[in-house]
Every structure is written in C-alpha cells, then in structure tokens.
C-alpha cells in the first residue's frame, strides 16, 4: 500500500493538468521515495518509464528504443532502434495517447548523462524548438543531487531556465512516517520515528505487526536483513574513502557537535579536511549543519558557527549502537547486543527526535492557526541565558544552554519558547521555573508565551498555572503524536 506524499503527487498532477508542455526535474537523496512517488503518479495514465542504468551510451539508447517502439510509434514500422538521442526523444511527440498528455518519466537520469555529456543539450535544443508546445510531460529524476544542483541546474548547463517545475523530495514528515503503525503505543510510535526516521525504504522494512524490540532484532540486527548492511552499502555507492567517513559520523552520532570536537574524536587532525567530509555528507543527507534560530545570515559563513547533527535518524541508531558492537552482530549475539547496548539507552535516543516532532507539530499548529501569534522563524535556539542557582548571591546564574524550540514574531516582538521532555515520568514544576528563566533579559521587550512538550504528563503545580494563565500551554503525548486525528 502507498502511504502519503500527497504533497508530491498534487504537485505532479497539477503540472499534468496543465495544457502546456511540462519538462520537470524530480530529485532527492537515495531511498527517499522518487521511484514509488512517481510509479503511483503513474497510475491510470498512458506513460513510458523508463529507469536509467549505469551502462554504455549504446546500450542505454537501445533500452529506452525499446520502450518507445513498444507503444506503436510510427517509426517502428521503418526501424528496430533509433540511431541517435535526438531521434529518440523527438518520437516523444508521436506516442499514441490521443488527447491525453504524453508522459515519459527518466528515472536516475544522471546516469544516462554520465556516459553522453551531450544529452542535456539534445533535450534543451528539442524542447525550444518543439516540444514545449506539445502535450508532454518529462520528468527527469535523479538522485545524485551534487550532479542536479550544481550541474543540471546551474546557469552553465543547457537545461538552466528551461525547467517548468523543479521539485527536491526530502523524507517524509513523522505525520505521514507513523501511517505505517497505525497500531503502535503513541510512545512506540516515536520511538520507531526515532530509529527509522521519514525514509519509507526504511520504514517498510518493519513488519507493523511486530513489536519494536521485535522489529529491531529481526529487521537491523540479523545479519543478511536489508537495514544489516544498508549503511555500508550507501557509503561504499556514495563516497570513497569509507573508513575515515565512519569514524566522522560515529563521531558526531555519539554527541560530538563542534568541528574541532569532531576532527580530533575521528582523529582527522585537519579541521578543513574534516569540514570538506562533512560537506559531502550533508549534501547526502546524512549530516546537517544546525545554527541558533536567531544567527543571522552573515554569521553563518563563520566556520566556527552552528554545530553537527546527524539528520539521518537510522544512521544515528547505527552508529550510536551498532556500529562498534559489530562484531557481536556478526557473532549473531542479538538478543545480547539488544538487552546490553541498546534497551537500557533506547528511550533517552528518542528524547532528542522527540524535539524534532514538536518542533513539526508546531509547524502543523501555525498552519491550522491555533498558536498565539504567526512566527516568522523556529528553530533551536543555543546561547547564553540565566537559570536558577540556589547556591548563588542572587539564586541565579548565567549559563551555556539550548532551548528546544523556539519561534520568534515579527520584529522580535513574540517569543514562543517550548521545552521538550520525553521521559519515563511528569515535567516537574522545577524544570518549568528553569524554562521560564531563559531569556530573562527579553522579557521587557517582547511578549512570552511557552509551551510545554511532555510524554508523561506534568507536575499538579504546572497545570494549576496553566489553568489560570492563557500564555502557558501544554502538549501531551496523545495531542502531539494524533494531531491530524
């Protein structure tokens, strides 16, 4: 069964309606979802899809020949293949739909640039010269996003500017990712957020009928299982230079953040070299540089500025549990692995997806209208600010410290600032006095509204508060996790 993307396939089918011909450049990083996207946008409609391979010019123009000659094209009554790219695609406009909208789609189409450079150029010449002004629709997919952003898409290729749609699929949302548990926990439903993130490769490789320890042990630690070996094999299709890439992502999975920390933990002694791994890996989508919602643009281009994350949520279970207890796995000790490493830690990986859900749950919020005031930006927000310290003069101190969430008005006129806590028991009240703390400094220019994100419910004492003032909000695990309900 296909499961969300609503957005993706709306966008396709609206560009499909259109009477105008349509060239569009479909991308995302592997195992995203492209390829099954496009098959159910497929659906019901006359189309040819084609799936680029890496193999030989010669070769790759006798494949997709033999897709077209299938559809009873003219030219199959004089020839068996077509001799050239520019034949090939001008027998676009012959296809026989009628009135219907001829639809090609070209799966991992940087392979079939690979090996003929010239294909973007025999595309962009039959496009200005005919095909725009046809019935069609092209979509060209790919998942070698180096090669679509900074090559198909920039000013130097002869595709630039031609583009009707250009659309990037990242991983799905935690909204559409827990439709493939419909009968999980609340709370198992972000614990498997957790390890599998918004990858539906990944998510379909959990059977929805099994627990989550069950799943883990079956579909991740048994040696012969997709996910066993899905990390290993991503990097060794994606990068060279495997080792020196483990060691940056373990880490910066077990809480290295900094770009220093980071180079001396993988024993890289070069930060520029370092920087220059990441890059690759963010532009994989496996790593993320995150910075304070309040940095400005100036100060990102600072190298010391913002920190490390893995945004890739099964890269952060493999490497925070996996990764250096391989050889156990191996050994097929996964009930050992399982019970030792990875239940006792489970819960407290969780805590730190449990911000990002929030943090989408806030987004949903602002589009339904139901927060105090519409911000203009939300994020993480990492400084300086003051806490309580009973052993203090004052009972305060200033401290390095984050906040979870928060979103910021027009002008900094309105905070919301949120506080995440996915744990075994209540918010308690003290933590409360520590969030209404922060950014103290603010509070006399600007209104404050919070919100408070708990798995276990909360303190009597924070509930009484919240009841006699409107600016305090609560979010339980059953609000946040059902909010589509």
């Known amino acids: 069964m296909f499961i969300g993307r609503e957005q993706e396939l709306q966008f396709l089918q609206e560009k499909y309606e259109e009477k105008k011909g349509q060239l569009i450049v479909l991308y995302g990083r592997r195992r995203v979802g492209k390829t099954e996207t496009l098959r159910e946008f497929c659906k019901g409609k006359p189309h040819i899809f084609y799936s680029c391979t890496q193999c030989t010019d010669k070769v790759q123009l006798s494949k997709i020949s033999k897709l077209l000659f299938k559809e009873d094209i003219p030219a199959k009554q004089y020839i068996s293949e077509f001799s050239d790219w520019e034949k090939a695609f001008d027998s676009i406009s012959e296809l026989p739909y009628g009135d219907k909208k001829k639809l090609i789609i070209i799966d991992e189409f940087p392979y079939m640039c690979k090996n003929n450079k010239s294909i973007p150029s025999v595309i962009q010449n039959l496009w200005d010269a005919k095909l725009k002004n046809e019935n069609v629709m092209i979509v060209l997919c790919g998942s070698a996003m180096s090669f679509i952003e900074n090559e198909l898409l920039s000013e130097k290729n002869p595709l630039y500017g031609r583009a009707t749609g250009i659309y990037k699929m990242t991983e799905m949302n935690f909204y559409d990712a827990i439709k493939f548990f419909p009968n999980y926990s609340d709370a198992d439903k972000v614990l498997v957020y957790s390890i599998l993130g918004g990858i539906p ?285």
């Open 201 to 485: 490769h990944y998510l379909s490789q959990f059977c929805p009928e099994l627990s989550v320890a069950e799943n883990i042990k079956k579909n991740i630690l048994t040696k012969g299982c997709v996910l066993y070996s899905e990390v290993d094999f991503l990097l060794h299709q994606e990068l060279r230079e495997t080792p020196i890439y483990n060691s940056i992502i373990e880490a910066v999975a077990l809480g290295n953040t900094r770009l220093n920390d980071i180079s001396q933990k993988s024993l890289v002694e070069d930060t520029s070299k370092t920087s220059v791994y990441l890059k690759n890996l963010i532009e994989l989508g496996i790593v993320g540089r995150e910075y304070s919602v309040d940095t400005k643009t100036k100060e990102k281009a600072n190298s010391n500025r913002g920190i490390y994350r893995l945004t890739d949520n099964f890269f952060r279970f493999w490497y925070a549990f996996c990764f250096a207890n391989f050889s156990q796995l191996e050994d097929r000790d996964i009930d050992g692995v399982y019970q030792y490493i990875i239940e006792p830690e489970l819960h407290s990986f969780a805590s730190y997806s449990f911000e990002d859900i929030c943090r989408e749950f806030v987004k949903e919020m602002q589009k339904k209208n139901e927060l105090p005031f519409r911000y203009a930006k939300m994020g993480r927000w990492m400084g300086k600010t003051t806490v309580r310290d009973t052993e203090s003069k004052n009972g305060l101190r200033v401290d390095e410290t984050e906040i979870d969430l928060l979103a910021v008005g027009a002008k900094d006129k309105e905070y919301l600032v949120g506080e995440c806590k996915f744990k075994g028991k209540p918010f308690s009240y003290s933590e409360y006095l520590d969030t209404k703390a922060k950014l103290s400094p603010m509070k006399g220019k600007a209104k404050f509204y919070y919100a408070l994100f708990s798995e276990s419910g909360f303190d009597k004492k924070i509930v009484d508060e919240a009841e006699q003032d409107n600016n305090i909000k609560l979010y339980d695990l059953s609000k946040i996790v059902n909010l589509n309900d």
